[in-house]
């Protein structure tokens, strides 16, 4: 479970230091501007909440959690400037900072020297083909968003993150940089790697769910 | 590599990712949607890794905001302010 820190008289903690958007922010967002903005982003932060918990109750108590620190922090950020990223940042720095390592599901999938095009390989190798029905499609469909989720949750966490960042939220690579904090050549690598690995993730996942037979099956009467 | 492409096979898809991701120069987007024109191969791979990362767009994007959240977080942005 996440391990939500009560932040209502905390002052100021790791998590929100250094956030300023520029070296000064010489005008500042009024509470009201804040509270629209975070109206705006409040779906999509919590979309990616809950891909980190994986949970319905710590997501809400992450995006809470995330929402008052931002709001303190406010004076930090120049408004003009990426206000999702930077409260992405924020989030995204709260979560490693409470949640208790260890407690992603046990990989079941050994990621590796995983191949460059896993999926599209292992999908002509089981006679699945363009016949009509796009076959990434098809799979993926079946799969469905809960072993989707599941997939990405298999993923070593720092290549898990930066997927979620970037197919959830189509973050372009330097944004998904600013929110973690890394060089865009890291962001870039382990997005090319973390893909690889989904794909073997969703493969097995289909393999197990008994998807993969059923294709195949379907394709050898056509 | 076929004559009318100036990128070869392996060119293109070293940009794959960054192909799709929009993440390459114009010159460079160019450069890979000349050569998956002429290249079917290519273009089939390229087309099932694009089906592949919005297939997992689409699935992942199917969460919505709890419905109590927002106002329970503007109640206790307001209660900061007074």
Same mark, same amino acid.
């Given at each position: 479970m996440y391990a939500i820190c009560d932040v209502s008289d905390e002052p100021m903690t790791e998590v929100v230091e250094g956030l300023t958007s520029t070296e000064h922010a010489a005008v500042t967002l009024s509470a009201d501007e804040f509270q629209s903005m975070l109206v705006d982003v409040l779906p999509a932060l919590y979309r990616y909440a809950f891909r980190l918990t994986r949970n319905r109750a710590d997501a809400e108590d992450l995006v809470q959690d995330t929402a008052l620190r931002a709001f303190r922090a406010m004076a930090q950020f120049e408004p003009g400037t990426n206000f999702k990223a930077w409260i992405f940042r924020i989030l995204t720095r709260g979560f490693w900072a409470n949640h208790r390592r260890g #407690?992603?599901? /046990?990989? !079941?999938? +050994?990621?590796?020297? !995983? /191949?460059?095009?896993y999926l599209y390989a292992r999908s002509a190798e089981h006679g699945l #083909?363009?016949?009509?029905? +796009?076959p990434a499609h098809a799979l993926i469909d079946r799969l469905g968003a809960e072993r989707v989720a599941e997939a990405i949750g298999q993923l070593p966490e720092e290549y898990g993150v930066v997927c979620t960042l970037c197919f959830l939220e189509e973050f372009a690579y330097h944004e998904v940089a600013d929110v973690l904090e890394v060089p865009v050549g890291t962001v870039r690598s382990r997005l090319h790697r973390g893909r690889k690995m989904l794909q073997k993730a969703l493969w097995y996942l289909a393999q197990e769910a008994g998807i993969v037979n059923e294709l195949s099956k379907r394709e050898a009467k056509a | 590599m076929t004559p009318l492409s100036r990128y070869t096979c392996e060119e293109a898809f070293r940009r794959l990712d960054d192909y799709l991701d929009h993440e390459l120069s114009a010159e460079e987007m160019e450069l890979v949607r000349e050569h998956l024109e002429i290249c079917a191969g290519c273009a089939r791979e390229f087309n099932f890794e694009r089906s592949v990362i919005q297939g997992v767009e689409e699935k992942l994007q199917q969460i919505d905001l709890p419905d109590t959240l927002q106002s329970r977080i503007l109640k206790l942005l307001n209660d900061q302010r007074r």
């Open positions: #407690q992603r599901r /046990p990989n !079941t999938v +050994d990621f590796d020297d !995983t /191949p460059d095009l #083909q363009w016949r009509g029905e +796009d | -």
